[in-house]
């Protein structure tokens, strides 16, 4: 099995920051894609920012210039600096990952969901 292990929500004021890591563990050959996604009360879960095994990026369009996503692949782990905070972004923010199991298998997992606070 695959696990997604994520920290470093919690509560911040707007203009603050805050860094989400994720860590992976388990039987993994290879990690493609992997990312953040937010869920915001009464929302749909959505895309906030995703990097490729060679280091590409994508970003939603509200973060961009704020949030930027890196990823350690020799640790298996992938990170969101998150900068200049607004109350908009506060949802639960859930760590994704494309995986190429041992046995070659390629699965997409989830991590847990951590909490993402942004107020005065």
């Known amino acids: 099995q695959v696990q997604l292990v994520e920290s470093g929500g919690g509560l911040v004021q707007p203009g603050g920051s805050l860094r989400l890591s994720c860590a992976a563990s388990?039987?993994?050959?290879?990690?493609?894609?992997m990312g953040w996604y937010r869920q915001a009360p009464g929302k749909q879960r959505e895309l906030v920012a995703t990097?490729?095994?060679?280091?590409?990026?994508n970003y939603k369009d509200s973060v961009k210039g704020r949030f930027t996503i890196s990823r350690d692949n020799a640790k298996n782990t992938v990170s969101l600096q998150m900068n200049s905070l607004k109350p908009e972004d506060t949802a639960v923010y859930f760590c994704?990952?494309?995986?190429?199991?041992?046995?070659?298998?390629?699965?997409?997992?989830w991590g847990q969901g951590t909490q993402v606070t942004v107020s005065s």
């Open positions: 994704n990952a494309d995986v190429v199991r041992h046995s070659r298998v390629r699965v997409n997992y």
């Open positions: 388990g039987s993994i050959f290879s990690i493609n894609t």
């Open positions: 990097i490729t095994s060679d280091g590409g990026t």
